[in-house]
């Protein structure tokens, strides 16, 4: 079964615009992360974020986390035209090395 | 390093014929993982090794499924008898040996049609 869900399924926002997505996840984690797959390609590992991290930054990303709430937020500040592809979460439990992914968010960012 | 390298991209068989997946890890990752991706199931984990020894295969649909990791550069994953329900996109990745705290690198994927 998928441990990380993410919401929207699908997303189309204008360029410049901010996009969010949300990832929610059943059991506890060591660490969360966001991957970026282009249409047809392997997935792209975009950022990492630790059980005891509540924010972290890499350029126009933003990722938190919420433990309690076993819930994660990607904010892509800007957007562009490239940035369009599918984004998944993935959760990683302790102790373990095996990544479970959710089903995805297909971003469509128009120009 | 060329990244985790997958062959072949693409694989057009019929049902019922054996089908070998190709996987060469990054250099110096203990960790090989294989994914399937379909769009009714996502990504699911079908298998992964350290160090050359399955870990857990739990995620492997059927006894006609197998994986093998002979050395530290090369994983198959073999499907006998195929059949056109394992139509997915089969990925290979890799992780360096720290637990938990680093990134699976993904290959390119291999897409299977089974007709």
């Known amino acids: 079964s998928q441990q990380g869900e993410e919401d929207p399924q699908a997303l189309s926002i204008q360029e410049g615009e901010n996009a969010t997505m949300n990832c929610s996840y059943k059991?506890?984690?060591?660490?969360l992360q966001w991957y970026r797959q282009n249409s047809g390609r392997g997935l792209v590992h975009l950022i990492l974020?630790?059980?005891?991290?509540r924010e972290k930054h890499s350029g126009r990303l933003r990722v938190t986390l919420d433990t309690s709430k076993k819930s994660s937020s990607l904010l892509i500040t800007a957007s562009r035209a490239a940035d369009t592809a599918s984004y998944f979460c993935?959760?990683?439990?302790?102790?373990?090395?095996?990544?479970?992914f959710g089903k995805g968010t297909k971003l469509s960012v128009i120009p | 390093d060329a990244g985790v390298i997958q062959s072949p991209r693409h694989e057009v068989t019929e049902m019922g014929q054996e089908v070998t997946l190709r996987c060469k890890p990054i250099?110096?990752?203990?960790?090989l993982f294989w994914y399937r991706q379909t769009m009714m199931r996502g990504l699911e984990l079908l298998i992964y090794?350290?160090?050359?020894?399955?870990?857990?295969d739990s995620g492997m649909p059927e006894d006609r499924f197998s994986a093998k990791m002979p050395n530290a550069s090369f994983s198959t994953l073999k499907i006998q008898p195929s059949e056109p329900r394992d139509s997915a996109v089969y990925f290979c990745?890799?992780?360096?040996?720290?637990?938990?705290?680093?990134?699976?690198?993904f290959g390119q994927g291999t897409r299977l049609t089974v007709v």
């Open positions: 059991t506890s984690i060591n660490n």
């Open positions: 090794f350290n160090n050359n020894v399955p870990i857990d």
């Open positions: 250099s110096g990752h203990d960790y």
């Open positions: 974020i630790r059980s005891n991290e």
């Open positions: 990745a890799s992780s360096p040996p720290i637990l938990g705290q680093t990134e699976a690198f």
């Open positions: 993935a959760t990683a439990g302790a102790g373990s090395y095996q990544l479970t």
